[in-house]
Nanobody, 124 residues
Framework: QVQLVESGGGLVQAGGSLRLSCAAS????????VGWFRQAPGKEREFVAA????????YYADSVKGRFTISRDNALNTVSLQMNSLKPEDTAVYYC?????????????????WGQGTQVTVSS
């Protein structure tokens, strides 16, 4: 079993940047596909980005494509989400999640392990 902890959230002005990190313990993160999801108040949890075990394949939601970059460092057991050109509509709690699936997945029920989330607030 793997435990996940997110960090790096905060308050930023529109157009600014944040870098979220997801640190794993318990098992090596290199065994898992990792995704980032977000959930705004009153809304369902939505897919943001995913990366396969090696880092060689990534996938993004249309809403963040070209602005967000997911990456991983298996030696450090971490996955990061670089968020640039942030918009107020990016405001949400951001979660990282890990899955045993070999293909990239965009639905929450394909992920078995979740972090506690980190708040991102983008002011206009």
């Amino acid at each position: 079993q793997v435990q996940l902890v997110e960090s790096g959230g905060g308050l930023v002005q529109a157009g600014g940047s944040l870098r979220l990190s997801c640190a794993a313990s318990g098992r090596t993160l290199s065994s898992y596909m990792v995704g980032w999801f977000r959930q705004a108040p009153g809304k369902e949890r939505e897919f943001v980005a995913a990366i396969n075990w090696s880092g060689g394949s990534t996938y993004y939601a249309d809403s963040v494509k070209g602005r967000f970059t997911i990456s991983r460092d298996n030696a450090l057991n971490t996955v990061s989400l670089q968020m640039n050109s942030l918009k107020p509509e990016d405001t949400a709690v951001y979660y990282c999640a890990a899955s045993n699936m070999m293909v990239l997945a965009t639905t929450p029920n394909h992920y078995s392990y979740w972090g506690q989330g980190t708040q991102v607030t983008v002011s206009s």
